[in-house]
């Protein structure tokens, strides 16, 4: 199966900062890529996805790139907001379902 | 996107009682649902999935007696946690799947036992 490794936080970044969540998997396939965000007291949000190597996902001016060499998937942003303020799960995933990381608190103080 | 609705949002319940929470796919038809315990500061946690119309396949160490799930349609999953303890406590989540295997997850349930 799957399984995936991130940063563990809580990560405190000023606001205007620049983010980079770790995060890397070993899968016995080729899974597509996801990072999920959950805002306090909210259910998961699909942040963006990567689907295949070299694919690059954005979404709110985050961005992560497949990278099948190292099995990487870091998570970045050039300027965080203190919005951002969220856990940040990476996860594999594939028609089985997906694998989580543990998650990484975000928190954005202004 | 696809929207995926849970009832309850959060639900408070007597030790001993079973519980059922309804998971939702109001856009699209969900071939596979998904259903996530995830504990306070913790990850999330697979508990099962469920394919329509079939029997859910349990993760290892899920007590399918437990918590039981029925996926009789193709937008309606429900998992029925029976006699609870406070150790059941939890937010539990679901995700709905369609033909590209992309996830859409539910906002989650809030349960408590007391």
């Known amino acids: 199966g799957n399984s995936v490794t991130q940063m563990e936080g809580p990560v405190t970044l000023s606001e205007e900062a620049f983010l980079t969540i770790n995060c890397t998997y070993t899968a016995t396939g080729y899974p597509s890529l996801f990072w999920y965000v959950q805002y306090p007291g909210e259910g998961l949000q699909l942040l963006l996805k990567?689907?295949?190597?070299?694919d690059k996902g954005s979404n709110k001016g985050f961005e992560a790139t497949y990278r099948k060499e190292t099995t990487s998937f870091h998570l970045e942003k050039g300027s965080v907001q203190v919005s951002d303020s969220a856990v940040y799960f990476c996860?594999?995933?594939?028609?089985?379902?997906?694998?989580f990381g543990k998650g990484t608190h975000l928190i954005i103080q202004p | 996107g696809a929207v995926v609705s849970q009832h309850p949002s959060w639900v408070i319940c007597k030790s001993g009682t079973s519980v059922k929470i309804e998971c939702r796919s109001l856009?699209?038809?969900?071939?596979?649902m998904f259903w996530y315990r995830q504990f306070p500061k913790q990850s999330l946690m697979l508990m099962a999935t469920?394919?329509?119309?079939?029997?859910?396949?349990?993760e290892q160490g899920v007590e399918k007696d437990k918590f039981l799930i029925n996926h009789a349609s193709l937008t309606l999953s429900t998992l029925t946690v029976t006699s609870a303890h406070p150790e059941d406590s939890s937010f539990y989540i679901c995700?709905?799947?369609?033909?590209?295997?992309?996830?859409?997850f539910g906002p989650g349930t809030r349960l408590t036992v007391t």
């Open positions: 469920s394919n329509e119309g079939s029997k859910a396949t349990y």
């Open positions: 990567a689907t295949k190597a070299d």
């Open positions: 995700s709905a799947s369609g033909l590209r295997n992309e996830q859409y």
């Open positions: 996860a594999p995933g594939d028609a089985d379902g997906l694998t």
């Open positions: 856009d699209f038809q969900a071939t596979t």
